[in-house]
């Protein structure tokens, strides 16, 4: 980070980065400073006089020969100095917190999966869970045993509270426990989601390759899937701390009703992808409701 120079007020003449010598205070020592007459919060309009010239001593050109070839800033009275800051390409900005997040943030590829999450249509709560998901960031047991394993881990809660019969965890809910994958196969008949088994790895190799595709039918199935791993974490989470237990006919019900509902209101490019999708989830349109033939 540097300044660039106006008034020379806001600038520190010795320790701030604004000539090319600078920090000047790396080679003149404090003492030296000070036996010239500035103090350690000089500014460099302080180090200047009214007529653009050094006012540094002679002698100092002998004890610091560099500072021959330094040409006096051209100062501007009454505007203030301009933090800059070099940018990724090396080239001087001026400083702002976009520019410099811009800069300092680790850009990482473009993910694959990119399109899998967000895309005008999504719901967006379920969006950022499956974020989660795919990131492998939610509390699943496995998890948090790597964080607090000790003497007082329960191990009867170390189990799934779904099933109770495998270790929860990611790969385990979606959708390899008995009850999520009795979910998602029955929900996935909705959709042309045939070909996409009950493994974590199958769902995410089939947004991998199709979730950038723009069709209507991949947009409803990433809206479903997206529903069914949102829905199968509440009921995890509802068996787990509210002891609430839905039926796998329940969840299935919520799952469809919401995907339903969010179709409602759906603007869909052509009339045959949109009969086809209505006709699907059972839903009557006012035209057709008008004229049942
Ligand atoms: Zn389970």
């Known amino acids: 980070m540097g300044m660039s120079i106006r008034s020379g007020a806001q600038t520190n003449a010795w320790c701030d980065?604004?000539?090319?010598?600078?920090?000047?205070?790396?080679f003149i020592t404090p003492r030296t400073i000070t036996n010239a007459g500035f103090n350690m919060y000089s500014s460099v309009a302080d180090i200047v006089d009214d007529s653009g010239?050094?006012?540094w001593?002679?002698?100092?050109?002998d004890l610091f020969p560099v500072l021959i070839n330094l040409q006096p800033p051209?100062?501007?009275?009454?505007?203030?100095?301009?933090?800059?800051?070099?940018?990724?390409?090396?080239?001087?900005?001026y400083f702002s917190s976009k520019e410099v997040w811009n800069n300092i943030r680790s850009r990482g590829a473009t993910v694959s999966w990119f399109n899998m999450i967000w895309f005008s249509?999504?719901?967006?709560?379920?969006?950022?869970?499956?974020?989660?998901?795919?990131?492998?960031?939610?509390?699943?047991?496995?998890?948090?045993?790597?964080?607090?394993?000790g003497s007082e881990t329960n191990l009867r809660l170390m189990c799934c509270p779904i099933c109770r019969y495998d270790r929860d965890s990611r790969d385990h809910l979606f959708f390899q426990c008995s009850f999520a994958s009795q979910v998602w196969n029955n929900v996935k008949t909705m959709v042309s989601l045939e070909n996409v088994n009950d493994s974590w790895a199958s769902v995410f190799a089939w947004m991998e390759q199709t979730a950038s595709s723009k069709t209507s039918n991949v947009i409803v199935d990433k809206i479903l899937i997206e529903a069914t791993t949102y829905f199968i974490w509440q009921e995890r989470n509802a068996r787990l701390f509210s002891h609430i237990h839905n039926s796998a006919e329940t969840v299935i019900k919520i799952?469809?009703?919401?995907?339903?509902?969010?179709?409602?209101g759906f603007k869909f490019r052509g009339s045959a992808a949109r009969n086809r999708v209505l006709k699907a989830w059972n839903i009557y349109s006012n035209e057709e409701e008008l004229d049942p033939g």
């Open 74 to 93: 051209s100062v501007v009275h009454n505007v203030p100095d301009k933090p800059t800051w070099k940018d990724l390409d090396g080239k001087d900005s």
């Open 17 to 26: 980065n604004w000539c090319p010598l600078s920090p000047i205070s790396t």
């Open 53 to 55: 010239d050094w006012r």
């Open 255 to 264: 799952i469809k009703n919401t995907v339903r509902l969010k179709l409602m």
């Open 121 to 149: 249509q999504c719901i967006p709560r379920h969006s950022f869970h499956l974020w989660l998901v795919i990131r492998n960031k939610l509390k699943t047991q496995d998890r948090l045993m790597t964080w607090e394993a």
């Open 57 to 61: 001593p002679e002698a100092w050109y």
